[in-house]
């Protein structure tokens, strides 16, 4: 049970009349249909082409029978894999989307090590190592790491997440709060993999911390409420001794927004769309508030928009305040409004290595504790999920145990 909280909520009534916007992407004008059309026939064709160039027909000298089935087999799967993606992610078939997501990790995972595999090629050439012996060996060597990192990261996946301490010093926290035990959880993404027991696993070792505040960071699913409840059920029965409060997620806004909101409150959750609770322990007091996604003013959704001020609008401010924001690269408003601790998700640790790379160039904070200056804090979650590929590789899930101390 949630222990005391006092209300300040400064949301926008018109929020609730959005509740109903379609689930559909935005349109595209007719040059940016064909650029994105263009970019996504050229990294399909690189992802599948690049393996079979180098694993198949790059001095190997299989027999004929085996060039063939090497090449048949991936011109396949690209040719099928833009169906699934469409099928799956914009008509909503779980079905689809779990082929198509698996199949973007697996591929990613060959075609990184394919890579990696051609520059050990390169050094074994210049050692006087002969081809077919040579590229054959690569070959095996790239099938063997890709089949162990991909069954390891699958079992990272679905696991229930690690619990990950830290301890954040807050200057401004006043001594009743020192100790404060805050459980972060951000993108659960439950979606086309029934996680039911997971998610009720997962929650069980959130309470086994015996939190002072669980805060969730947003990306509860990839669906509506009503294909999801099975699996988000369970975050009803998280226990805290102060509060349990929300923040939407990017994905909240492909999923109808409003409806997660409410069933968060439904839960008994705070959802803070833009407002703050007040939480107090032994005469000590902290602002919680929470922001919407970035994303959230392009929804079109009325009265949601990242809101740093408004949420933050008739706060104390003497009191040292806890910022519950989805992405990382969102702490620049909470560097201005003299925020002592931003929390987020998003990132996902970069989730299969070495995505982190391309995640690093959105959001410069990957994950763990980041000092931004003498009062404003970051901790980015690497999440306790995972988006679209059952995979995570050099990037384990997290719950993230947050341990506040005085200055």
């Not at 004929?64 to 099928?80: D, E, N, Q, R, S």
């Not at 690497?382 to 384990?396: K, L, Q, S």
């Amino acid at each position: 049970m949630s222990g005391p909280v006092h209300h300040t909520d400064h949301t926008d009534p018109a929020a609730a009349l959005g509740a109903e916007l379609a689930d559909v992407p935005a349109p595209r004008s007719g040059p940016r249909r064909v650029t994105f059309a263009v970019v996504g026939v050229v990294a399909v064709a690189l992802l599948f082409g690049v393996p079979w160039w180098l694993l198949v027909v790059n001095g190997q000298e299989w027999p004929g029978w085996l060039v063939a089935v090497g090449t048949v087999a991936p011109a396949g799967m690209a040719l099928a894999f833009p169906v699934l993606m469409a099928r799956g992610h914009a008509r909503g078939s779980d079905r689809a989307s779990l082929v198509a997501d698996t199949t973007l990790g697996v591929i990613w995972v060959v075609f990184t090590w394919s890579i990696i595999g051609s520059l050990v090629g390169l050094a074994l050439a210049v050692a006087g190592v002969d081809n077919p012996g040579r590229a054959r060996w690569v070959t095996l060597g790239v099938l063997v790491v890709s089949a162990i990192l991909l069954a390891h990261g699958h079992f990272e996946a679905m696991r229930v997440p690690r619990v990950r301490r830290t301890e954040v010093r807050i200057p401004r926290l006043g001594p009743g709060l020192d100790g404060l035990r805050l459980v972060l959880l951000a993108d659960t993404h439950y979606g086309p993999i029934d996680r039911s027991r997971w998610s009720e696993k997962t929650v069980a070792a959130v309470n086994a911390l015996e939190p002072d505040v669980v805060a969730h960071a947003g990306d509860i699913a990839d669906g509506r409420v009503a294909e999801r409840e099975p699996q988000s059920r369970h975050l009803g029965d998280v226990r805290a001794a102060l509060a349990r409060v929300y923040v939407t997620g990017n994905h909240e806004y492909y999923s109808q927004a409003q409806e997660w909101l409410d069933h968060m409150a439904d839960l008994g959750w705070e959802a803070l769309h833009n407002r703050h609770v007040v939480i107090e322990r032994d005469g000590s007091r902290m602002v919680v508030a929470g922001t919407d996604d970035r994303t959230a003013h392009g929804s079109g959704l009325p009265g949601h928009a990242a809101d740093v001020p408004q949420a933050l609008a008739g706060a104390d401010p003497d009191l040292p305040v806890l910022l519950l924001a989805h992405q990382p690269k969102q702490v620049d408003e909470a560097v201005a409004a003299g925020v002592d601790l931003q929390v987020s998700g998003h990132t996902h640790g970069g989730q299969i290595w070495p995505f982190h790379w391309l995640v690093r160039t959105e959001q410069p904070w990957l994950q763990g504790l980041t000092r931004l200056n003498d009062r404003t804090a970051l901790y980015t979650t690497r999440g306790a999920g995972f988006w679209g590929p059952p995979f995570r590789v050099f990037a384990p899930s997290e719950i993230s145990l947050l341990v506040l101390r005085t200055g």
